[in-house]
């Protein structure tokens, strides 16, 4: 960008925002197109990609996907046939090449490696200067080559690994902020857009390129005490361009790196037809209302073994004979098992599987992080129009979470997502404790639009099961309490249970007639 639009970039946004501005579109349109950095996340949390033309700072320690990204970034430019050059002050060019080989990358000819190493005479510890550091030669015969690499390739893109070698060289913080700002002036005479690399191996604390750098991006990596190592990138500054705060979850793949960006709900909304799904029991459909609003939530909370899992199954098996996709995604089961288990039940969930009809999926709670769990799920429901979710359970999606106190948030963006793009959503609570008071290792019942409440309860020497609706939102639904039973057949409600009292509690006691036993209980439910 020359130096005039980015001045009045500067002069009417004033300073860097987290959220969308339009402030830089009445100045020309050229200033919007942006260097693709050649991972998809990344463009979209920087909105669209780099600025050209200026010099951006990548940070983090190492292992953390700096250079991964770097050579996507030049891959992209070579794309598009722009030259790019990586100049390189820690890695050598074969250690380059063959990691970009482990990603079925090509550098080819568009790309092209400058190894900088020290003059052999300043490793001969006998030619060692005595009058003059050995530093003030180094940097300026680093510089030097850096420069006459520029201008032997003449790359469109450049990218410098590390900061940290020159820091080194540098010995003072003074040194250092002037050989970046004369690195920065150079590269800013030639529109070159730069990517500078620092593995903060020397002074973490050391801001001196963040005022310099045109934009920041950080990335981390954390060590869960179980399960593979997480990572996430923010960006920390970019100078007159709205992008995408907070932290963003990333894996290195075969392939390279992918970023999930942060979801946010209110991007995404879609006008449907709200209509009521059913669940093919009259009784249980009966129970929330007449059936389910589409494009709302539903939790079903209970113990192990009440059967949470068969009631979101049994609704998902009613839109899939609707001729609907269903997505499951199931964290706590095996799915042989599964499908074992639900073909008992006469669920077929094996056969709607082969069909197309149903795309379930296993989830390893211990190797995924909450940002790509949500990324497969917003894949599944935009690639496969799937009107009906199941998340089976929420314990297991709160394994996930590197910290507890930010899961009722990720929950809150997923739910909203997919009820403003009209699909009906049920998820699972397992609560601790079997009767009696029980808690919930996390409360979601003030955002689901309705929540499902099953309970064991003792009566006549059997451990029964009851269901009961404390919340709906969209519309009425029955303030009784039934009894249920998991059968052959799948699911079978009775009638309300009007002659106990203390149900919920686990141990009711009965005051119906004497005679016969509770009437209210037809005889194939005992």
């Given at each position: 960008m020359p130096a005039s639009v980015a001045a009045a970039t500067d002069q009417l946004c004033g300073l860097e925002t987290a959220s969308p501005i339009s402030c830089m579109e009445p100045i020309m349109e050229t200033a919007l197109i942006k260097a693709k950095t050649g991972v998809a996340g990344l463009d979209d949390i920087l909105v669209g990609g780099l600025a050209p033309g200026h010099v951006f700072l990548m940070e983090g320690s190492p292992g953390t996907g700096k250079t991964t990204i770097a050579l996507s970034f030049l891959m992209s430019?070579?794309?598009?046939?722009?030259?790019?050059?990586?100049?390189?002050?820690?890695?050598?060019?074969?250690?380059?090449?063959?990691?970009?080989?482990?990603?079925?990358?090509?550098?080819?000819?568009?790309?092209?490696?400058?190894?900088?190493?020290?003059?052999?005479?300043?490793?001969?510890?006998?030619?060692?200067?005595?009058l003059l550091y050995s530093s003030d030669l180094e940097l300026g015969e680093t510089t030097k080559a850096i420069f006459d690499a520029f201008e032997r390739i003449q790359p469109s893109r450049v990218v410098l690994d590390s900061l940290s070698e020159i820091r080194l060289l540098a010995q003072s913080s003074l040194r250092y902020r002037r050989q970046i700002l004369a690195l920065k002036h150079f590269f800013a005479t030639k529109?070159?857009?730069?990517?500078?690399?620092?593995?903060?191996?020397?002074?973490?604390?050391?801001?001196?390129?963040?005022?310099?750098?045109?934009?920041?991006?950080?990335?981390?990596?954390?060590?869960?005490?179980?399960?593979?190592?997480?990572?996430?990138?923010?960006?920390?500054?970019?100078?007159?361009?709205?992008?995408?705060?907070?932290?963003?979850?990333m894996v290195i793949k075969n392939g390279g790196v992918q970023v999930f960006p942060r979801l946010v709900a209110s991007e995404h909304r879609i006008p449907f037809a709200r209509m009521q799904m059913t669940s093919g029991i009259g009784e249980l459909d009966?129970?929330?209302?007449?059936?389910?609003?589409?494009?709302?939530?539903?939790?079903?909370?209970?113990?192990?073994?009440?059967g949470k899992s068969t009631f979101?199954?049994?609704f998902a098996v009613a839109a899939v004979a609707r001729g609907e996709k269903v997505a499951m995604?199931?964290?706590?089961?095996?799915?042989?098992?599964?499908?074992?288990?639900?073909?008992?039940?006469?669920?077929?969930?094996?056969?709607?599987?082969?069909?197309?009809?149903?795309?379930?999926?296993q989830v390893d709670a211990a190797e995924l992080s909450p940002g790509e769990f949500?990324?497969?799920?917003?894949?599944?429901?935009?690639?496969?129009?799937?009107?009906?979710?199941?998340?089976?359970?929420?314990?297991?999606?709160?394994?996930?979470?590197?910290?507890?106190?930010?899961?009722?948030?990720?929950?809150?963006?997923l739910i909203q997502y997919l009820n403003r793009r009209g699909t009906t959503t049920f998820l699972t609570v397992a609560q601790h404790g079997l009767v009696g008071d029980m808690k919930s290792p996390v409360d979601l019942t003030y955002i689901a639009d309705t929540v499902?409440?099953?309970?064991?309860?003792?009566?006549?020497?059997?451990?029964?099961?009851?269901?009961?609706?404390i919340k709906k939102r969209t519309g009425r639904h029955?303030?009784?309490?039934?009894?249920?039973?998991?059968?052959?057949?799948?699911?079978?409600?009775?009638?309300?249970?009007?002659e106990f009292q203390g149900v919920l509690r686990g141990v009711p006691t009965f005051i119906g007639s004497s005679e016969g036993g509770p009437r209210s209980v037809p005889e194939g439910m005992l």
């Open positions: 430019g070579a794309e598009i046939g722009e030259r790019g050059l990586y100049i390189t002050l820690s890695e050598t060019e074969k250690e380059l090449r063959t990691g970009a080989r482990s990603h079925g990358w090509d550098l080819g000819d568009a790309i092209e490696v400058s190894e900088l190493v020290p003059p052999e005479s300043l490793l001969d510890p006998d030619s060692q200067q005595s529109n070159v857009t730069v990517l500078l690399l620092d593995d903060l191996t020397t002074d973490t604390m050391d801001k001196t390129v963040h005022s310099i750098a045109h934009g920041v991006i950080k990335l981390e990596e954390l060590a869960p005490e179980y399960g593979s190592e997480r990572r996430r990138l923010r960006i920390m500054k970019y100078r007159g361009q709205s992008f995408r705060g907070g932290y963003h979850d009966a129970l929330v209302g007449g059936g389910l609003e589409q494009g709302s939530s539903t939790l079903v909370l209970g113990p192990a073994g009440t979101c199954f049994q995604f199931i964290f706590d089961e095996e799915l042989g098992l599964l499908f074992d288990r639900t073909k008992a039940l006469g669920m077929d969930l094996e056969a709607m599987r082969d069909a197309g009809l149903l795309l379930i999926e949500a990324h497969r799920v917003r894949d599944r429901v935009d690639s496969s129009d799937a009107k009906t979710v199941v998340i089976d359970s929420l314990n297991g999606y709160q394994a996930a979470m590197p910290a507890e106190g930010a899961l009722t948030l990720h929950i809150h963006e499902i409440l099953l309970r064991y309860f003792e009566a006549l020497g059997k451990v029964r099961r009851a269901v009961s609706v029955e303030d009784t309490i039934r009894e249920y039973k998991i059968g052959v057949t799948g699911l079978i409600l009775g009638p309300p249970l009007k």
